[in-house]
């Protein structure tokens, strides 16, 4: 059952799988759930936990090695291998070297320049919207 403000709740079904409900809230009232369908969750749980994470130059060819070694620290397994504290993470970023200060400015033009210009034109029909379980859950 989803308790009162719960943005969405994962149960476990008795054939092993899991489903995952999410409150409709209109005018501040639950008046339903929608289920997403039940999924199998312990292969792609134990794919997080037992394998690392692909890295970014594998998406992005033009991040700086250095940035990407700070990303992956960041998602260690082993939270000891992780930035202690943001502190840790601010000093981590802040010892890259630029070309140029990273400031707000560039990073909203970065942020403008690197978002999809048209999400629906990756899709030629509807079949390739049906994506592998790596894709839709990553």
């Known amino acids: 059952m989803l308790a ?10 008795k054939n092993g799988l899991y489903d995952c409900a999410s409150p409709i809230v209109l005018e501040g009232k639950h008046v339903a759930n929608v289920f997403v369908g039940q999924i199998l969750l312990m292969p792609l749980l134990m794919k997080h936990v037992l394998q690392p994470p692909k890295p970014l130059s594998d998406y992005r060819s033009d991040l700086l090695d250095e940035f990407e070694e700070v990303v992956l620290r960041c998602l260690e397994k082993d939270p000891a291998k992780r930035p202690l504290t943001a502190f840790d993470l601010e000093q981590s970023l802040a010892s890259i070297s630029l070309d140029e200060p ?6 909203a033009v970065w942020w403008k320049d690197s978002q999809p210009k048209n999400t ?8 390739e ?9 990553h």
């Not at 009162?4 to 079904?13: K, L, T, V």
């Not at 629906?120 to 079949?127: H, L, M, S, T």
């Not at 919207?129 to 859950?137: G, V, W």
């Open 4 to 13: 009162a403000g719960e943005a969405f709740s994962i149960y476990a079904c």
């Open 102 to 107: 990273w400031d707000n400015r560039r990073a």
């Open 120 to 127: 629906d034109a990756r899709f030629k029909n509807n079949d």
């Open 129 to 137: 919207r049906k994506l592998n379980d790596e894709t839709r859950f």
